[in-house]
């Protein structure tokens, strides 16, 4: 191992360690922490020296792994998709998502396109006709959209979404219908005649003009048909579902528009409807049973009169449903106008994302500048996109930053004195950080870490800031080595000195991520996990890499090179040296000698014969008192800085060949030393810091009281953009979230009705819950489905006392009311699944159909009792269990409308059963039996939801109600987003506690094991907490919400807050002297890299700042505004306050001898 310097090079401030050390080794007092820190001073020692040894091979290794590391880049995945980046995975969540998309598979029924109007001036009322000819524009130009792809034209009516489109076995009326079943668009034109103008499909039938919805009246068409076809059942299946004249009944906004029906209330009187009241209670579809747009859903900022009824409105909403790319796939598979163009998933993807950029685009575009009015649009493909954009390295502003930070650090390490300059080991320091940085996220791609919009906003500007703190550092170390120190040994020495410090700071830093880890956010725990490699890989360039850049340089100093123009040879070949007085036999100094620095003018030349420098002195020489100190002889310090130096010799008589200017007495350690610790280190003033410190503290836990938990999703959608203004809007005027109950497998839904009736009773009465209008019945698929059965068993029951239905025919009995029949008489049992036991009792006389025309041949004339005594639905309102999935099948294929309104999504889907009243074969007879529900769901309207706690508590309520369900053996869960985005907030503080008090105490054990002293490493921790209930209270000042992201940045402010303590208390900890003196030294030595880093991290964060996310402009204010704890001049004063260690002595360093103050020198950082 490379050698020590020798005692003889030291400073006369060190006692030599032989005579200082080795009684308290023997003594015992401080024998394991001394031999611990001197062995590991020690490796450090030896890794400085064997750099500067080999500084050019390591150079080019270390730049060739990293920038091998650096091409993993072109991995790089990023993740843009909100589930993905916010569900935690193996969570609750997670698990529910993953079963659904288990049965259902991965994508929703549909997609949402929404148009939103708000007037120009703030308040004004939008219930005008004028207003909803406005949105008739906006929304006439959107739904006729059309994009060409394949060689195709897609508009809005092959690619919306369709609810229940019945099965007709008429084949004309079946076409006609495919052709012109409209659309679901929910709007507030649908209470108008107008809203027939959004649904674009049309039929032909001769004789007629094209049938469109405008001028399509369903009850007048049945008639003028009914004389050529069958049309009983279609007819049956308009009136349940109460389609009546459909708009052609309704009121036009326009009377005058020449296309405005003679049906409409208004033609003839020409008056402009009432739109409040035409509002009031919202808008059907074509459907007006199972078509119902609430209020809620159409009208925001609304007013009412004391009496309840509909006065104004501020905000007007549509919205489009379209197909998933499933669903658009399967619906075009096979079909003649895709069949040659290879029709594929991805195909219908593309087709459906190209259709919803045009219509935001177009939407946006519908209305002229200067309309009264405004149009905003929102798609999910945009929304994807935007993030995606932005989720994109921004080269612009990342260039800019590190252009910044090299200008800073060449400018801040300029000196005069080429000898002392050190510009381009500032501009080599910054450029290696960068490598590094590049290098860490390499790294992480090929780990198969996701980046996202955090990775490329924040960290690199994160991550920079923190890699030149190290950066500085170390060069401001190594500039003030001892004198004396061989010039083989300065970078090991440099090391011994500041290595501990470094890998403290980093191994607390990668803490520090990797305990924010711990935030069950995916995207944030991704984000903690690249940095804390990132920070790992710039440890390791400023530990290897950046020493054998500053040996290269200290060739150049040596050779007299010009500092950045290194080819070049300086004009100044002279150098102010300081001359150290001989030490006497006894190793003692004389006073007066002690207190004298001479300075004088060198000449340093290469002597070719042995390759050494060699330094020549005059013969003359000026000795210069040094200046006044302020606190005496306890503060002098031989062992000064370079720019001391340089500062004595303008003071000099002697005229050197090169002259610093004035600017250059002065410097920051000088201030420090001579201004602001003289002051600082009174005992008035030691009292005021600490009281006005105390006060912040306390400040800021009444600032803690305030902070909020929340993230709006209009921070996290880019500011500027039309979707931050889409959502901005909806935010203010609509506060509904469509979610679900979802009720699995597991337990027997035909035996479970009334615990399922209980659940939805619950779930409807939490506060959150939209009710539905009284005169409509709840949306769930199962009281449709009994609602339905009541209805078939009442049309069954009027048969039967018309006689239409008799013991041996249901054919001359209604639709329904065979189909009652044939459900009454199923058994349930797969053996004998129709009940023909009790037959022929009382027979009335044939008719010439007789039994057998209705049960087929084959089989006996019979006819079961339970047709009179059996109903399929009991009196406590419960489905007979051996009839339900009987029933469930019979339902869903006879009643498409219902079943698209109940919104159920069955899985495992019962079988398709095509009901003819005239087919008497025994086939017909027997019903397939629905498969065991796995997956169901009930629709909910949540309403009111502006605050974070006003999620939590629908979430809270939503969780128990599915509890209680349990315990009656029901297995539910509740689905929507609002349960995907708000449920970390239920144990988001837990999780923030549990990080930051894991942190500290890995923060005390590793404190305590290198510094090798539990009192500062407790002061340390102390310190740190307190400077994390101070930002945790500025938020609260501020208006910062808690949520996963603030709670990273305060989990990793823990770790790069150590910056700030650990220099501070490490320069006081191995300082001799008296407390005030051991404080002086160590704001001496730490208060020039300390306000280095922290300007350097400030330009990292003024980049950060012109982020178009509000979430990260707000933080970045926040942690500009309020370094990471209290600031080193607090700590010192703290320290020489209340450190209970030694007064007289400070810890030894490696080898045994005393560390000086100069051993410890410090970056800042900011959260």
Wanted: charged letters at 15%.
């Amino acid at each position: 191992m490379t050698r020590s310097p020798p005692l003889r090079e030291l400073p006369p401030s060190y006692t030599p360690p032989a005579r200082t050390a080795a009684p308290q080794i023997l003594a015992g007092s401080l024998k394991a922490p001394l031999w611990l820190r001197a062995y590991f001073q020690g490796l450090l020692f030896s890794l400085g020296c064997g750099i500067q040894r080999h500084c050019g091979k390591v150079l080019f290794l270390g730049l060739l792994a990293f920038g091998a590391l650096a091409l993993g880049l072109r991995m790089a995945i990023i993740e843009t998709n909100l589930e993905q980046l916010w569900v935690e995975v193996g969570s609750r969540v997670s698990q529910e998502l993953h079963y659904t998309k288990e049965k259902l598979g991965e994508e929703a029924a549909y997609t949402s396109q929404m148009l939103l109007q708000t007037a120009r001036q703030e308040g004004e009322n939008i219930l005008t006709p004028e207003a909803l000819g406005l949105h008739l524009q906006a929304a006439l130009t959107a739904s006729k959209v059309q994009v060409s792809l394949y060689g195709k034209s897609w508009d809005l009516n092959k690619i919306c979404y369709k609810s229940g489109v019945p099965l007709i076995e008429n084949g004309m009326i079946e076409r006609m219908i495919e052709k012109l079943f409209p659309c679901v668009i929910l709007t507030p034109l649908d209470c108008f005649w107008e809203g027939a103008k959004l649904q674009g499909g049309s039929a032909y039938l001769p004789g007629r003009p094209d049938i469109q919805w405008t001028n399509l009246d369903p009850e007048q068409l049945l008639e003028e048909l009914g004389p050529f076809a069958s049309l009983e059942g279609f007819r049956e299946l308009l009136d349940k579902a109460q389609v009546g004249q459909a708009y052609v009944g309704r009121p036009c906004l326009h009377p005058d528009d020449l296309h405005c029906p003679p049906s409409a209330p208004n033609h003839h009187s020409s008056q402009a409807p009432n739109v409040a009241h035409e509002l009031s209670g919202g808008c059907h579809g074509f459907s007006h049973k199972f078509m119902h747009w609430q209020e809620e859903l159409l009208l925001g900022g609304m007013a009412r009169d004391p009496q309840g009824e509909l006065l104004r409105a501020e905000a007007l909403q549509s919205t489009f449903l379209l197909m998933s790319p499933r669903q658009l796939y399967e619906h075009f598979r096979g079909d003649y106008q895709t069949h040659d163009i290879g029709w594929s998933e991805e195909q219908a993807s593309t087709v459906l994302q190209a259709w919803q950029r045009r219509f935001v685009q177009l939407a946006q575009e519908a209305l002229p500048e200067n309309a009264s009015q405004q149009i905003h649009a929102f798609s999910s493909t945009t929304l994807d996109d935007i993030l995606h954009s932005f989720s994109e390295v921004s080269a612009a502003r990342v260039v800019g930053g590190y252009l910044l930070m090299l200008a800073y650090a060449c400018v801040t390490m300029l000196r005069w004195d080429c000898a002392q300059s050190q510009g381009s080991v500032g501009l080599a320091g910054v450029l290696l950080v960068a490598l590094a940085v590049a290098s860490g996220l390499g790294l992480c791609a090929l780990l198969g870490i996701t980046f996202n919009a955090a990775t490329t906003q924040v960290l690199p500007f994160l991550a920079l800031g923190i890699g030149v703190d190290d950066v500085f550092l170390l060069a401001h170390a190594f500039t003030e080595a001892l004198p004396g120190t061989p010039l083989q040994e300065r970078m090991g020495e440099c090391l011994q000195r500041t290595g501990t410090s470094v890998v403290l700071t980093s191994i607390n830093n990668m803490a520090a991520f990797l305990m924010a880890a711990l935030v069950p956010i995916p995207a944030l725990r991704a984000f903690s996990l690249q940095a804390a490699i990132v920070v790992g890989c710039t440890f390791v360039a400023v530990m290897l890499v950046f020493p054998a850049i500053l040996s290269l340089d200290l060739r150049r100093r040596h050779c007299q090179r010009l500092d950045v123009l290194c080819c070049f040879s300086s004009p100044c070949s002279a150098q102010v040296i300081q001359i150290l007085p001989q030490e006497l036999g006894d190793g003692t100094v004389p006073v007066g000698i002690a207190h004298l620095t001479a300075t004088v003018q060198a000449f340093t030349h290469c002597e070719a014969s042995s390759q050494h420098v060699v330094t020549i002195l005059p013969p003359q020489a000026h000795l210069v008192p040094p200046p006044s100190d302020p606190l005496g002889s306890e503060l002098f310090s031989p062992g000064g800085s370079t720019r001391d130096l340089l500062g004595q010799e303008e003071e000099t008589r002697q005229k050197a060949a090169c002259k610093s200017l004035p600017c250059a007495r002065w410097n920051l350690a000088h201030f420090a030393r001579y201004q602001f610790a003289p002051l600082l280190l009174q005992s008035h003033a030691k009292a005021i810091v600490l009281v006005l410190f105390g006060a912040l503290l306390g400040l800021s836990l009444y600032g803690a009281t305030l902070v909020q938990d929340g993230l709006a999703l209009t921070d996290v959608v880019p500011r500027g953009t039309k979707e931050h203004a889409f959502l901005s809007a909806q935010l203010r005027y609509f506060s509904l979230y469509e979610v679900a109950l979802v009720t699995q497998g597991g337990f027997d839904y035909a035996h479970s009705q009334r615990a399922l009736f209980d659940l939805h009773q619950r779930f409807s009465s939490l506060k959150a819950v939209l009710p539905p209008p009284a005169t409509q019945a709840p949306r769930t698929w199962l009281h449709y489905y009994r609602n339905w059965l009541q209805g078939i068993q009442a049309a069954f029951d009027q048969d039967w006392a018309s006689g239409r239905i008799t013991r041996h025919s249901y054919r001359n009995g209604s639709e329904d009311g065979a189909l009652a029949y044939k459900l009454l008489i199923q058994t349930g049992d797969a053996q004998e699944p129709l009940d023909f036991s009790q037959v022929g009792r009382g027979l009335e006389g044939s008719t010439s159909t007789g039994a057998a025309g209705l049960l087929g041949p084959g089989l006996q004339p019979s006819l079961p009792l339970q047709l009179t005594t059996r109903k399929l639905v009991d009196r406590e309102g419960l489905i007979p269990p051996e009839l339900f999935y009987m029933g469930l099948t019979v339902w869903v294929s006879s009643d498409p409308l219902g079943l698209a309104a109940s919104q159920a999504n069955f899985y495992p889907p019962p079988p398709e059963w095509l009901h003819d009243k005239y087919d008497t074969t025994g086939e017909n007879l027997r019903i397939p039996p629905a498969q065991p529900l796995e997956f169901a769901q009930f629709p909910f309207l949540l309403r009111g939801l502006q605050k974070t706690a006003d999620f939590v508590e629908a979430i809270e309520g939503a969780r128990a109600a599915c509890a209680e369900a349990g315990q009656a053996g029901v297995h539910a869960y509740p689905s929507g987003s609002p349960f995907l985005f708000w449920e970390q907030y239920l144990g988001l503080r837990r999780c923030f506690l549990l990080a930051v008090c894991i942190l500290l105490v890995c923060t005390f054990l590793v404190c305590a094991l290198l510094l090798l002293n539990p009192w500062t490493a407790g002061l340390i921790v102390l310190v740190l907490a307190m400077m994390t209930v101070e930002l945790f209270g500025i938020m609260g000042f501020l208006g910062i919400k808690l949520s996963a992201i603030p709670v990273v940045i305060l989990v990793a402010s823990v770790g790069i807050g150590v910056e700030f303590t650990v220099h501070v208390a490490l320069g006081f900890l191995t300082t001799q002297g008296s407390r005030n003196l051991r404080a002086a030294h160590a704001l001496e030595h730490t208060f020039a890299p300390v306000t280095d880093g922290a300007i350097s991290t400030l330009l990292g964060l003024l980049m950060l700042a012109g982020s178009h996310f509000d979430f990260i402009v707000l933080l970045c204010g926040a942690d500009s505004a309020h370094a990471p704890g209290p600031p080193p001049w607090t700590r010192a004063a703290a320290c020489a306050a209340v450190h209970p260690g030694p007064a007289a002595t400070g810890d030894t360093d490696v080898q045994g001898k005393p560390r000086g103050p100069e051993s410890t020198s410090s970056t800042g950082r900011r959260a």
